[in-house]
């Protein structure tokens, strides 16, 4: 490492310390400059001696410099309130995939501030450890909408029998009148979950039957075309919301077409 690519992280005004950081994520970005790299990840190691800012702008791009060396650090730091960085140190050891991040994102879900909760939610889920689905089942409740989306995706994530059954509790229950997030979720159990959710579109209740014809339509899959169609030709019940079953039939099969045609053009 050049001492030279440290120093200008640590001499001059914090203006010109930020300026020096671009420059070598750009020089990594460009090259694969070890010297750069290096440079970086002694920053993340020893981020006390650095400016706050500094760290967590890096870490919003890890995976450009990080590596295996990161890994302790990373997971000492989400425990420091001290510096207020945690919610950047769950930034970095998701980018990276530290698994042993996992019992330190589960105490950050607790955290004040929303940025390490949510930080702490979406690791969970990438990290796909299923030890997290019953910390974050009951985050599906929480009075924060945006709460309830990151859970539902990290459980999809996360995949699994466990996590399915907690999304597909919530579709039952309906603890909220617009559950779109947990429709999603519950579409990337395709194709076992498809069964159930063609049950639910033949439910004596239109708001399940909305729903079912949202994720059927988000699973892209051809299996949920005739109850899609079924619905469009003959279901006019309203939701509680005064949504229609027909209309979110029409609309999930159309999404369905587009994830297909997607597909096709990516293969």
């Known amino acids: 490492m050049n001492p030279a690519d440290l120093r200008s992280l640590q001499v001059g005004d914090l203006e010109a310390r930020e300026a020096s950081l671009y420059l070598l994520l750009d020089r990594v970005r460009a090259g694969g400059d070890e010297s750069a790299a290096a440079a970086l990840r002694t920053l993340v190691r020893d981020y006390r001696d650095y400016h706050r800012s500094l760290y967590t702008r890096a870490l919003n791009q890890a995976a450009l ?5 990161l890994e302790a650090p990373l997971v000492a730091a989400l425990a ?17 995939g530290f698994r042993a991040a996992v019992p330190g994102l589960l105490a950050l879900l607790d955290h004040p501030q929303w940025m390490a909760r949510e930080q702490a939610v979406i690791g969970l889920g990438e990290l796909a450890d299923e030890s997290a689905v019953a910390a974050l089942a009951p985050l599906l409740r929480d009075p924060a909408d945006w709460m309830r989306q990151r859970a539902a995706e990290a459980l999809s994530r996360i995949g699994g029998d466990e996590a399915l059954a907690v999304l597909w509790d919530e ?9 779109g997030y947990i429709a999603s979720a ?4 395709a194709p076992e979950v498809i069964a159930r959710l063609r049950d639910a579109a033949s439910d004596e209740d239109p708001d399940k039957r909305y729903w079912a014809a949202v994720a059927l339509g988000s699973t892209g899959d051809d299996r949920a075309v005739p109850t899609l169609e079924r619905l469009i030709a003959e279901d006019r019940g309203t939701t509680v919301f005064d949504g229609r079953v027909d209309v979110a039939a029409k609309k999930g099969l159309r999404t369905l077409r587009r994830i297909q045609a997607a597909i096709a053009s990516r293969e």
């Not at 579709?171 to 559950?179: G, L, N, T």
């Open 65 to 69: 410099f990080g590596d295996d060396t």
């Open 80 to 96: 420091d309130t001290r510096h207020n960085c945690q919610a950047w140190a769950a930034m970095g050891c998701t980018a990276l």
């Open 171 to 179: 579709f039952e229950h309906r603890r909220f009148r617009r559950i």
């Open 186 to 189: 519950l579409a990337l159990f």
